[in-house]
């Protein structure tokens, strides 16, 4: 089950659980589509795949099966970033 993380990992912008301005990988690292397009050119600086847009969690199943709480913000290193994926 996906966690719903409430934030982009680079810009912390917050990303509640039924926002269409979330993005994920296939590990679930959670991205804005703002950083996502136009800073990390889609490809995700964790583990170098693609993004699709993070579905939205029912509101009836909240309760049953809540969001997570935990931030994960780690700023890219856009140098590097745009480096690696220049060279793949």
């Known amino acids: 089950m ?4 409430p934030s982009c990992e680079h810009c912390n912008k917050s990303l509640a659980f039924d926002s269409k301005e979330a993005m994920i990988c296939t590990f ?3 991205f804005c589509k703002d950083c996502v397009h136009n ?4 490809v ?3 583990c170098g795949g693609n993004f699709t ?6 509101g009836s199943l909240l309760k049953k ?3 997570s709480e ?6 890219v290193d856009i140098e ?8 793949s």
């Open 2 to 5: 996906l966690e719903i993380r």
């Open 53 to 58: 847009q993070r579905p939205i969690r029912p």
């Open 80 to 87: 590097t970033h745009l480096k690696r994926i220049q060279s």
């Open 65 to 67: 099966y809540p969001v």
């Open 39 to 42: 800073i990390l050119h889609e």
């Open 44 to 46: 995700c600086p964790n």
């Open 70 to 75: 935990v931030v994960v913000h780690k700023p």
């Open 28 to 30: 679930e690292c959670t």
